[in-house]
């Protein structure tokens, strides 16, 4: 008996040895931005399918920020070194399709690696809805976020205000936070009411939120877009509103970039902010370990404004054209594996951002985790009453990079008082206008 | 006796001045090693505590997990190391050209080495990172070292250094029949040792400094150097987290103050007087 | 002519340069010369698209506010920390010049901010600067009960800025310029003493003059130090912002290259900085060799 299983295990051994000799598993590079923890969650996600797949191998390497991402895939194209498979922002999208190098995954799946059984009606109707454009879906949705209202209801109580009624419209927001700031005895701010990182992810989002356009063309869906809509009233009043605030000292300015605003509100220096829902997970925990009660809600909206919505924002999985076939179809595998409901709920629950399937909404909704996680539900109910426009699909320009970044400077130069709010956006969006011109001369 | 009172408490002013001058210079890097062994709630704190309660060293396990700074680290060294030997090696030989040979076109070539004294590697990375990866070295240390290899800065200086050797020597060691290469490695280099580890410092610190160049040829984790761990620190935090991102911070900038005071007798004399007399 | 010469070795110091030119080439010679052919085009992104477009890159630059901007702006930059940073460097070197014991401890520590990366030296300054848990804020609150926005403020991001280059390159200019006041011999000190001059005479008079030559290669150096190499520091500070306030030429350059995507225009722009490299080297080697004819 020892003998034979010694026997067996010899074998094994020589038969494992002998496939790898014969069959080189396929390798697949896949180029991310999730640093830190999610970034971990990332590579289990990646060693799961490397365990379950003999015969591929994908490596999994974290190329930075988005921006860096989206440089180095250019860069490594120029050199013929690119990966597989990119990870890229939503706003890159309009880029990527221009940049010649993608295949689209409907096309990945269907023609070249010939997988019937994918069901391409499986994703949230509003994440599809971002990334089809010209009827296909061109790149696969992998973490999607949307931005929602954080606030601190211990704050809310003690200001006097009902924690289970947060602000629903601009009018509110501030006469909320003017409740809620509190100044010391010598005139200095202890906590402010409200706080917004500069990010100009959030102007967008509160334009879609007035179901107002960002560019004309259909936010640059129906054709490539030529003007900017920064200089119109839904824009400018929310930038308005947001100097408004700042200068009656209820709203921090915490400067550019998502830290400095996160910090003042985990901090407990001010009540109020507003910031992605791939947040809620890492908040909730804070809010757990300082002892106070958060409270999470739909972003507001200007008095008698229709009600759009938000915009699917996080990024996408592009293919990458050159490439042999072979590989390909192993990327396509890998791509059609982290649609799967296992994977998803995986996703989601660790990191806070969205499932983008169906199947695995469905099952968090079976499973309570959303009657446990109140936050959670918030989040998912306002990306799904959103009302399906072109506003709250999402614009597609080719500059969106750049246009985020003069959005920002346009925020800046207004709390700054170097600029009326409609003077910084007609700049914003005259600048646009220019970049949109020399970037469209280039496909013509 | 008053004399020497009054020399006493004027030596006793200079030196309290030093002091806390000393403490305004070294103040980033004090208050950074404060704060990195502080945990949050100490940092965040009002007013800010400038002594740690206690030692606290999570912050270190911490960033030192998050970014494998461990890796990072043997990276930087090892690529500073290359390039700390590789533009030593190739600024001697070329310093010695300069300065004991007469040679067609030496004053050409020489204007073409030292024009690039000061010529930024911001001015040519688009075209030079093509140009790396079309030789197959992204993501390599050959490609993160070889921009570096090449140093008008150490041939120059080099060549100021052989010139100031007593031209003596030179005719003794030929009349030896001593020929150029064994001149160099046998009488040259030996004389030149506190000029070479001076330089070799300097080229130490340039590779182990650098952030653009690494930011652009690396992708991959387990290649990355330390400067990039620096800015690794800020994005990944999930929230500024200060202690820790001043603890990796620490770890980053020690090996460079160690090696600075190692070599900084050579490098002061060594360099600074050359740099400028010639 | 000179015997001592390896004359008769006619292809030695070929050999021995040979190593040096073939890096210089590839790395160095090339990519420059690529950089200046890439500036005459327009490009797209992923160079799906490239086309010839003469002088477009350099009008559009000159044309638009936001590069001219910059420049004015590296300009005063490049301007006060340059005097600012000398000047604390010079009256430092002077300091630790004395005979005292234990003077090289304290010229150590001035000496270290020049080990220090640029990425380090804005990684130590954002954090003193930073709003919530900084210490320089909780210094002026406690001294004078003001408190600054630092970085988020145009005007004192810009001196936040001007604060970490000036700290970052003193160790530089301390080696310096103590190395040239080192070289002043004592005799002359003293034979102005005995002529009845006073320290700030002395200074004035002797010391400042007989170290121009140091000075004068510290601003060339500074001027590329602060130019190229402060990209460390805003990208880590402020990332050019807030309203462009600390968006120098550098930095902008950057912007066009890695976030905009428009290569030729960031070609163009490095080689307007090349110009000026170029300008400066001259009058460094004007400086070199005079300094040799001296010799």
Same mark, same amino acid.
């Given at each position: 008996?020892?003998?034979?299983?010694?026997?067996?295990?010899?074998?094994?051994?020589?038969?494992?040895?002998?496939?790898?000799?014969?069959?080189?598993?396929?390798?697949?590079?896949?180029?991310?931005?999730?640093?830190?923890?999610?970034?971990?969650?990332?590579?289990?996600?990646?060693?799961?399918?490397?365990?379950?797949?003999?015969?591929?191998?994908?490596?999994?390497?974290?190329?930075?920020?988005?921006?860096?991402?989206?440089?180095?895939?250019?860069?490594?194209?120029?050199?013929?070194?690119?990966?597989?498979?990119?990870?890229?922002?939503?706003?890159?999208?309009?880029? /990527?399709?221009?940049?010649?190098?993608?295949?689209?995954?409907?096309?990945?799946?269907?023609?070249?690696?010939?997988?019937?059984?994918?069901?391409?009606?499986?994703?949230?109707?509003?994440?599809?809805?971002?990334?089809?454009?010209?009827?296909?879906?061109?790149?696969?949705?992998?973490?999607?976020?949307?931005?929602?209202?954080?606030?601190?209801?211990?704050?809310?109580?003690?200001?006097?205000?009902?924690?289970?009624?947060?602000?629903?419209?601009?009018?509110?927001?501030?006469?909320?936070?003017?409740?809620?700031?509190?100044?010391?005895?010598?005139?200095?701010?202890?906590?402010?009411?409200?706080?917004?990182?500069?990010?100009?992810?959030?102007?967008?989002?509160?334009?879609?939120?007035?179901?107002?356009?960002?560019?004309?063309?259909?936010?640059?869906?129906?054709?490539?877009?030529?003007?900017?809509?920064?200089?119109?009233?839904?824009?400018?009043?929310?930038?308005?509103?947001?100097?408004?605030?700042?200068?009656?000292?209820?709203?921090?300015?915490?400067?550019?970039?998502?830290?400095?605003?996160?910090?003042?509100?985990?901090?407990?220096?001010?009540?109020?902010?507003?910031?992605?829902?791939?947040?809620?997970?890492?908040?909730?925990?804070?809010?757990?370990?300082?002892?106070?009660?958060?409270?999470?809600?739909?972003?507001?909206?200007?008095?008698?404004?229709?009600?759009?919505?938000?915009?699917?924002?996080?990024?996408?999985?592009?293919?990458?054209?050159?490439?042999?076939?072979?590989?390909?179809?192993?990327?396509?595998?890998?791509?059609?594996?982290?649609?799967?409901?296992?994977?998803?709920?995986?996703?989601?629950?660790?990191?806070?951002?969205?499932?983008?399937?169906?199947?695995?909404?469905?099952?968090? /909704?079976?499973?309570?985790?959303?009657?446990?996680?109140?936050?959670?539900?918030?989040?998912?109910?306002?990306?799904?009453?959103?009302?399906?426009?072109?506003?709250?699909?999402?614009?597609?320009?080719?500059?969106?990079?750049?246009?985020?970044?003069?959005?920002?400077?346009?925020?800046?130069?207004?709390?700054?008082?170097?600029?009326?709010?409609?003077?910084?956006?007609?700049?914003?969006?005259?600048?646009?206008?220019?970049?949109?011109?020399?970037?469209?001369?280039?496909?013509? | 006796?008053?004399?020497?009172?009054?020399?006493?408490?004027?030596?006793?002013?200079?030196?309290?001045?030093?002091?806390?001058?000393?403490?305004?210079?070294?103040?980033?890097?004090?208050?950074?090693?404060?704060?990195?062994?502080?945990?949050?709630?100490?940092?965040?704190?009002?007013?800010?505590?400038?002594?740690?309660?206690?030692?606290?060293?999570?912050?270190?396990?911490?960033?030192?997990?998050?970014?494998?700074?461990?890796?990072?680290?043997?990276?930087?060294?090892?690529?500073?190391?290359?390039?700390?030997?590789?533009?030593?090696?190739?600024?001697?030989?070329?310093?010695?050209?300069?300065?004991?040979?007469?040679?067609?076109?030496?004053?050409?070539?020489?204007?073409?080495?030292?024009?690039?004294?000061?010529?930024?590697?911001?001015?040519?990375?688009?075209?030079?990172?093509?140009?790396?990866?079309?030789?197959?070295?992204?993501?390599?240390?050959?490609?993160?070292?070889?921009?570096?290899?090449?140093?008008?800065?150490?041939?120059?200086?080099?060549?100021?250094?052989?010139?100031?050797?007593?031209?003596?020597?030179?005719?003794?060691?030929?009349?030896?029949?001593?020929?150029?290469?064994?001149?160099?490695?046998?009488?040259?280099?030996?004389?030149?040792?506190?000029?070479?580890?001076?330089?070799?410092?300097?080229?130490?610190?340039?590779?182990?400094?650098?952030?653009?160049?690494?930011?652009?040829?690396?992708?991959?984790?387990?290649?990355?150097?330390?400067?990039?761990?620096?800015?690794?620190?800020?994005?990944?935090?999930?929230?500024?987290?200060?202690?820790?991102?001043?603890?990796?911070?620490?770890?980053?900038?020690?090996?460079?103050?160690?090696?600075?005071?190692?070599?900084?007798?050579?490098?002061?004399?060594?360099?600074?007087?050359?740099?400028?007399?010639? | 002519?000179?015997?001592?010469?390896?004359?008769?070795?006619?292809?030695?110091?070929?050999?021995?340069?040979?190593?040096?030119?073939?890096?210089?080439?590839?790395?160095?010679?090339?990519?420059?010369?690529?950089?200046?052919?890439?500036?005459?085009?327009?490009?797209?992104?992923?160079?799906?698209?490239?086309?010839?477009?003469?002088?477009?890159?350099?009008?559009?630059?000159?044309?638009?506010?936001?590069?001219?901007?910059?420049?004015?702006?590296?300009?005063?930059?490049?301007?006060?920390?340059?005097? !600012?940073?000398?000047?604390?460097?010079?009256?430092?070197?002077?300091?630790?010049?004395?005979?005292?014991?234990?003077?090289?401890?304290?010229?150590?520590?001035?000496?270290?901010?020049?080990?220090?990366?640029?990425?380090?030296?804005?990684?130590?300054?954002?954090?003193?600067?930073?709003?919530?848990?900084?210490?320089?804020?909780?210094?002026?609150?406690?001294?004078?009960?003001?408190?600054?926005?630092?970085?988020?403020?145009?005007?004192?991001?810009?001196?936040?800025?001007?604060?970490?280059?000036?700290?970052?390159?003193?160790?530089?200019?301390?080696?310096?310029?103590?190395?040239?006041?080192?070289?002043?011999?004592?005799?002359?000190?003293?034979?102005?003493?005995?002529?009845?001059?006073?320290?700030?005479?002395?200074?004035?008079?002797?010391?400042?003059?007989?170290?121009?030559?140091?000075?004068?290669?510290?601003?060339?150096?500074?001027?590329?130090?602060?130019?190229?190499?402060?990209?460390?520091?805003?990208?880590?500070?402020?990332?050019?912002?807030?309203?462009?306030?600390?968006?120098?030429?550098?930095?902008?350059?950057?912007?066009?290259?890695?976030?905009?995507?428009?290569?030729?225009?960031?070609?163009?722009?490095?080689?307007?900085?090349?110009?000026?490299?170029?300008?400066?080297?001259?009058?460094?080697?004007?400086?070199?060799?005079? !300094?040799?004819?001296?010799?």
């Amino acid at each position: 008996m020892r003998k034979f299983s010694f026997l067996m295990v010899i074998v094994f051994v020589f038969l494992l040895t002998f496939s790898a000799v014969a069959q080189e598993p396929v390798t697949i590079e896949f180029w991310h931005a999730m640093g830190g923890f999610n970034g971990e969650i990332v590579n289990t996600l990646v060693e799961r399918f490397n365990e379950s797949h003999d015969n591929i191998q994908v490596e999994a390497q974290n190329t930075g920020s988005y921006n860096d991402t989206l440089t180095k895939t250019q860069a490594a194209v120029q050199s013929g070194s690119a990966p597989h498979i990119v990870q890229i922002y939503e706003i890159g999208t309009q880029v /990527m399709l221009d940049s010649g190098i993608i295949i689209p995954v409907e096309e990945l799946g269907r023609e070249v690696a010939q997988d019937n059984n994918f069901d391409w009606g499986k994703f949230l109707i509003p994440v599809s809805n971002y990334y089809n454009v010209n009827g296909q879906l061109n790149s696969m949705p992998f973490n999607s976020s949307t931005p929602i209202l954080y606030y601190n209801k211990d704050a809310f109580r003690e200001a006097g205000l009902d924690p289970n009624r947060p602000p629903q419209t601009f009018e509110e927001l501030k006469e909320y936070a003017r409740k809620l700031t509190i100044r010391g005895e010598d005139g200095n701010v202890e906590r402010y009411g409200f706080t917004l990182g500069i990010v100009g992810w959030f102007v967008e989002q509160m334009v879609a939120n007035q179901d107002a356009l960002l560019v004309n063309n259909e936010n640059g869906r129906s054709a490539r877009a030529t003007e900017s809509y920064l200089d119109q009233e839904p824009a400018v009043r929310f930038i308005r509103l947001w100097k408004e605030m700042v200068d009656e000292g209820i709203m921090l300015n915490p400067g550019r970039g998502w830290d400095g605003a996160k910090q003042a509100f985990l901090s407990g220096r001010a009540a109020m902010m507003i910031e992605s829902t791939a947040q809620v997970t890492n908040f909730t925990e804070n809010a757990k370990n300082d002892g106070y009660e958060l409270g999470t809600a739909f972003l507001p909206r200007p008095e008698g404004v229709d009600r759009g919505g938000v915009v699917i924002g996080g990024a996408s999985l592009w293919a990458v054209r050159d490439h042999p076939e072979e590989e390909l179809k192993a990327a396509w595998e890998f791509l059609s594996f982290l649609t799967e409901m296992e994977q998803q709920v995986y996703w989601f629950e660790n990191t806070g951002y969205f499932p983008v399937t169906k199947a695995a909404v469905e099952h968090e /909704m079976n499973g309570q985790f959303f009657a446990k996680n109140p936050n959670h539900l918030t989040a998912f109910l306002q990306l799904l009453l959103s009302k399906r426009s072109p506003a709250t699909q999402g614009a597609l320009i080719g500059t969106f990079p750049e246009v985020r970044q003069i959005v920002e400077e346009a925020v800046e130069k207004t709390l700054q008082g170097d600029l009326t709010p409609q003077e910084a956006m007609d700049e914003a969006a005259a600048r646009v206008d220019r970049s949109l011109e020399q970037y469209n001369s280039l496909y013509e | 006796m008053r004399k020497s009172r009054k020399d006493f408490l004027n030596k006793l002013f200079i030196h309290l001045l030093l002091i806390v001058i000393s403490f305004i210079v070294l103040m980033p890097i004090l208050l950074a090693l404060s704060v990195s062994f502080q945990p949050r709630d100490q940092i965040f704190s009002y007013p800010p505590s400038l002594i740690p309660e206690r030692l606290y060293f999570d912050n270190y396990i911490n960033a030192w997990n998050l970014v494998n700074l461990d890796r990072l680290l043997l990276n930087s060294l090892f690529a500073s190391i290359i390039v700390m030997f590789g533009k030593l090696a190739l600024g001697v030989l070329s310093g010695y050209a300069f300065s004991h040979f007469e040679f067609k076109y030496k004053k050409t070539l020489f204007f073409a080495i030292l024009f690039t004294l000061m010529l930024p590697m911001q001015v040519r990375v688009v075209p030079l990172f093509v140009f790396v990866s079309n030789l197959g070295l992204a993501n390599t240390y050959s490609g993160l070292v070889l921009p570096f290899l090449a140093s008008a800065t150490t041939t120059f200086l080099m060549r100021q250094h052989f010139l100031t050797i007593p031209k003596s020597l030179m005719e003794s060691a030929q009349l030896d029949g001593c020929g150029p290469f064994r001149f160099l490695f046998q009488i040259l280099i030996p004389l030149s040792g506190p000029a070479l580890a001076g330089l070799a410092t300097v080229n130490f610190l340039v590779m182990w400094n650098a952030y653009l160049w690494p930011l652009i040829i690396l992708n991959s984790d387990e290649m990355k150097v330390a400067q990039q761990g620096v800015k690794m620190l800020f994005t990944s935090a999930s929230e500024r987290d200060w202690g820790l991102i001043m603890a990796g911070t620490i770890i980053v900038v020690i090996p460079t103050i160690i090696v600075f005071l190692l070599a900084q007798k050579f490098f002061v004399k060594g360099i600074a007087t050359q740099g400028i007399k010639e | 002519m000179k015997e001592q010469d390896y004359d008769s070795h006619f292809s030695v110091p070929y050999l021995l340069i040979l190593p040096s030119m073939i890096i210089l080439t590839f790395f160095l010679y090339w990519p420059t010369v690529q950089s200046v052919i890439l500036s005459l085009y327009r490009t797209a992104p992923f160079g799906s698209r490239k086309i010839y477009s003469g002088f477009d890159n350099y009008i559009n630059l000159f044309t638009d506010p936001t590069y001219r901007a910059s420049l004015v702006r590296t300009s005063v930059f490049v301007l006060v920390t340059i005097f !600012g940073g000398l000047a604390i460097s010079l009256i430092l070197s002077v300091l630790v010049n004395q005979k005292l014991k234990g003077i090289k401890i304290y010229r150590t520590i001035f000496f270290i901010p020049y080990a220090i990366s640029p990425t380090v030296s804005g990684s130590l300054w954002v954090f003193l600067l930073n709003p919530v848990a900084g210490h320089i804020n909780y210094f002026l609150d406690l001294l004078f009960n003001i408190q600054i926005p630092w970085l988020t403020n145009g005007f004192f991001a810009f001196i936040a800025i001007i604060i970490a280059t000036i700290w970052k390159n003193m160790g530089f200019n301390i080696i310096f310029f103590l190395a040239g006041l080192q070289s002043i011999p004592d005799s002359v000190y003293e034979s102005a003493r005995i002529d009845g001059a006073n320290s700030f005479q002395i200074f004035r008079k002797i010391t400042v003059p007989l170290l121009s030559p140091t000075t004068f290669y510290l601003i060339i150096m500074n001027i590329i130090f602060t130019v190229f190499q402060s990209f460390g520091i805003v990208d880590i500070m402020t990332q050019g912002g807030p309203a462009d306030a600390t968006n120098i030429l550098i930095y902008q350059l950057y912007r066009d290259m890695f976030v905009n995507f428009r290569l030729g225009l960031a070609a163009a722009q490095s080689v307007i900085l090349l110009i000026l490299v170029l300008i400066v080297t001259f009058f460094h080697f004007k400086f070199v060799s005079k !300094g040799v004819h001296y010799q």
